[in-house]
């Protein structure tokens, strides 16, 4: 069966190198998520994870394949059609953290918001209550650069949510950050993904692909393998079983 939310085929990304070598980023990769999934993807250095994320939400073109997102072709959209559905279909949360280093942490999240609604009073509003569930409401007010890395992540957090995505992605969300401040931020994506949102994450950290409901693992720009936790497992019975499988993936 299909999956509903998002279907890639054959998916290549290649990028010329020399006038005759290229790299194949990503290379012919099938992929079904389903709504409600939260997905990591794990493989080593420069196995394709962030084309993948980059190549799903359309910021980058696929050089062959298909990818369906709700039903509708991503790769044959035109630019102004990207841009739209960039700005309500997904969520972005990057290793780097990438606020307005001059805007305060609601300007932030408020920014995006205004581009999509009109309503500006309920779009604060609604920025401030993101803030405050993910534990950050009381430093609103703040410049990033007053705030932890943690806190700003978090903040990143809110900012990707405030147009209600369809899907958050995240690539290495907690891979410039403490082991206290990436479990903040894990907690809070996967507490998106129980409130009903997919969520999709490029991680190296097997702590961190615990919190997911399944692991693809990626090699050479293919997906090699999947992996599911035990179900109903908790987080920290599932590092274990996690590493050994990684391990025998030659990870
Ligand atoms: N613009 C580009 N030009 C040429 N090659 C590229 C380009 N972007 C990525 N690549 C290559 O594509 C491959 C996949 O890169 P990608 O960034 O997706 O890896 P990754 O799994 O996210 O790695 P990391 O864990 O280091 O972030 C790598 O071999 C990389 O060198
Ligand atoms: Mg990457």
């Excluded at 405030?162 to 899907?167: E, F, H, K, T, Y």
Aim: with cysteine; aromatic share 6%.
């Amino acid at each position: 069966m299909e999956a509903d939310f998002i279907q890639a085929r054959s998916l290549t990304k290649a990028y010329q190198t020399d006038a005759d070598a290229e790299v194949r980023a990503l290379d012919t990769v099938d992929i079904d998520i389903e709504t409600g999934e939260f997905t990591i993807l794990m493989g080593s250095s420069g196995s394709g994870k962030s084309t993948l994320l980059y190549l799903l939400s359309g910021l980058e073109r696929p050089t062959d394949g298909e990818i369906h997102f709700e039903g509708q072709r991503v790769d044959e959209l035109d630019e102004t059609q990207l841009s739209l559905l960039r700005r309500r279909g997904f969520g972005f949360v990057f290793q780097a953290i990438n606020l307005i280093p001059h805007l305060t942490l609601l300007e932030n999240v408020t920014v995006p918001g205004y581009l999509v609604q009109k309503d500006r009073a309920e779009v604060a509003r609604r920025a401030q209550s993101l803030l405050d569930d993910f534990g950050v409401g009381q430093l609103a007010g703040r410049l990033p650069s007053q705030c932890s890395g943690g806190e700003q992540q978090r903040a990143a957090i809110a900012r990707a949510l405030i147009n209600s995505p369809r899907a958050v992605l995240a690539d290495e969300p907690t891979g410039a950050l403490n082991s206290s401040a990436g479990r903040a931020v894990l907690e809070a994506l996967q507490r998106i993904n129980e409130e009903g949102q997919c969520v999709i994450m490029a991680t190296h950290e097997v702590r961190a692909a615990c919190y997911g409901t399944r692991v693809l693992f990626l090699r050479d720009g293919q997906v090699q393998s999947e992996y599911r936790h035990e179900p109903g497992s908790d987080i920290q019975a599932r590092e274990e079983p996690l590493l050994a499988w990684l391990t025998s993936q030659g990870w």
